[in-house]
């Protein structure tokens, strides 16, 4: 079973508007992170925000906030405000403890913010 | 303030051939990865380090190999390239000390096997 799943390969969303980017993940572990990264077309990884499991406020950084719902294991992204500079690929990501820290990351979504 | 730098940028191979893919960082970060990023795919760990001298296998090992002789450097040697190598390859540094810490990845390089 895929670890993070991100349905959405593609989105559109028209400048300064709100956007949400799925991601759902499977784990057994009671203590895991999930963290979601921007890949523009120039390649680099950015890191955008974190969420613990044991967090129970929604992370927010700027722009930026995860809609975290534990009970569901979704991990959406939202996006507010959206510039054409957000037009990248984003992944969500995921670290559980009992793998050894190992992170595992979704097939991404390819974002379009359109003028 | 270089992070995790990767080198080469940029390499083509010939099927059979072998070579290093270097990444160094100097953040002092104990945990160290290895990713392989097909078009239009996300990250895969190949292998990974939780310091100098410890290493471990991650999802897609095979073809590969790493060493971790110190803290800062973690090479990945391609023994003898196929055409299915052919991807970008992320390197990656975490601190461990805090479970909220994210992984810091270098540029990334570019592999060609022809």
């Known amino acids: 079973a895929q670890k993070i799943t991100q349905t959405q390969p593609g989105m559109f969303v028209q400048e300064k508007e709100a956007v949400t980017l799925d991601c759902t993940y499977d784990?057994?572990?009671?203590?895991?992170?999930l963290f979601w990264y921007k890949q523009p077309s120039s390649g680099e990884m950015i890191f955008l925000i974190y969420?613990?499991?044991?967090?129970?406020q929604n992370a927010t950084e700027g722009r930026y906030s995860l809609n975290f719902q534990k009970a569901r294991k979704s991990a959406n992204l939202v996006i507010s405000a959206s510039q054409l500079g957000d037009s990248a690929m984003y992944f969500c990501?995921?670290?559980?403890?009992?793998?050894?820290?190992?992170?595992?990351f979704g097939t991404g979504t390819s974002l379009t913010v359109i003028p | 303030n270089a992070g995790v730098t990767q080198t080469p940028k940029f390499r083509i191979l010939k099927i059979g051939q072998s070579m290093t893919l270097q990444c160094a960082q100097d953040?002092?970060?104990?945990?160290m990865y290895w990713y392989r990023q097909d078009p239009g795919m996300g990250l895969k760990l190949i292998y990974y380090?939780?310091?100098?001298?410890?290493?471990d296998k991650g999802e897609v090992p095979n073809g590969y190999n790493v060493s971790r002789s110190t803290t800062e450097d973690f090479p990945l040697r391609l023994e003898l390239a196929a055409p299915s190598q052919t991807s970008v390859y992320f390197c990656?540094?975490?601190?461990?000390?805090?479970?909220?810490?994210?992984?810091?990845f270098g540029d990334g390089t570019r592999l060609s096997i022809l």
């Open positions: 990656a540094s975490r601190q461990a000390l805090n479970s909220n810490q994210p992984q810091h």
């Open positions: 784990t057994s572990d009671q203590s895991y992170g």
């Open positions: 969420q613990g499991s044991y967090d129970e």
């Open positions: 990501a995921m670290r559980e403890k009992n793998t050894g820290n190992q992170f595992y």
């Open positions: 953040m002092n970060h104990n945990y």
């Open positions: 380090s939780v310091g100098a001298g410890i290493t």
